[in-house]
């Protein structure tokens, strides 16, 4: 026996989401919260009147899809929880794309291709945030000219035309006259 008894409603499945990659969160208008009933085209049956009625459906909800801010999110998030998306449009993919797209992501990333993109999504994040370049404040800029006229800088050069000579260099001067007016210098 299977334990399921026929007759005997069963409760509800819960079906925990990975953790590893969140579920997408933006503070803009999105179609897929404003109109759901939008994107859930299994609801939509072909009929005589209209034989063509479940792909015209597929089309605008992929439509809507294509101007989102967040649809790569979206994307990564239905496709590692596959037992969430089951049905439905989302990041205007089928439950079939979805289901290739991972058989890709399974051959090309491994069986743990979920943890590899939050990874490779944490990584970018830090990089991101580290190209981030703040002005300096005023305080900050006042503070850095003041420590570098505080900093002693190397002397300038000896300009003989414009500095005076110093004793030790007049001394050294006449040895070298003295030298050159006895011949002795070569």
């Given at each position: 026996?299977?334990?399921?008894?026929?007759?005997?409603?069963?409760?509800?499945?819960?079906?925990?989401?990975?953790?590893?990659?969140?579920?997408?969160?933006?503070?803009?208008?999105?179609?897929?919260?404003?109109?759901?009933?939008?994107?859930?085209?299994?609801?939509?049956?072909?009929?005589?009147?209209?034989?063509r009625a479940r792909e015209?459906?597929?089309?605008?909800a992929k439509h809507a899809c294509s101007g989102c801010p967040i649809v790569k999110d979206c994307l990564k998030w239905a496709l590692a929880n596959p037992g969430l998306t089951k049905t439905g449009v989302w990041a205007a993919t089928t439950k079939r794309d979805r289901t290739q797209l991972r058989k890709q992501l399974v051959a090309r990333l491994g069986e743990d291709w979920v943890g590899v993109v939050a990874e490779q999504d944490r990584l970018q994040r830090e990089r991101a945030r580290a190209a981030r370049v703040v002005p300096p404040t005023v305080r900050e800029l006042a503070l850095a000219r003041l420590e570098l006229e505080a900093i002693p800088t190397r002397p300038a050069p000896y300009n003989r035309?414009?500095?005076?000579?110093?004793?030790?260099?007049?001394?050294?001067?006449?040895?070298?006259?003295?030298?050159?007016a006895s011949g002795k210098a070569a």
């Amino acid at each position: 026996m299977s334990g399921n008894r026929t007759g005997v409603p069963q409760p509800p499945t819960f079906i925990a989401a990975d953790d590893r990659i969140p579920f997408p969160d933006t503070d803009q208008v999105l179609r897929c919260r404003t109109s759901p009933d939008l994107f859930a085209i299994e609801d939509i049956h072909n009929t005589d009147k209209d034989p063509r009625a479940r792909e015209k459906a597929l089309v605008k909800a992929k439509h809507a899809c294509s101007g989102c801010p967040i649809v790569k999110d979206c994307l990564k998030w239905a496709l590692a929880n596959p037992g969430l998306t089951k049905t439905g449009v989302w990041a205007a993919t089928t439950k079939r794309d979805r289901t290739q797209l991972r058989k890709q992501l399974v051959a090309r990333l491994g069986e743990d291709w979920v943890g590899v993109v939050a990874e490779q999504d944490r990584l970018q994040r830090e990089r991101a945030r580290a190209a981030r370049v703040v002005p300096p404040t005023v305080r900050e800029l006042a503070l850095a000219r003041l420590e570098l006229e505080a900093i002693p800088t190397r002397p300038a050069p000896y300009n003989r035309w414009k500095e005076p000579i110093t004793p030790a260099q007049a001394a050294s001067n006449l040895r070298v006259l003295a030298l050159v007016a006895s011949g002795k210098a070569a």
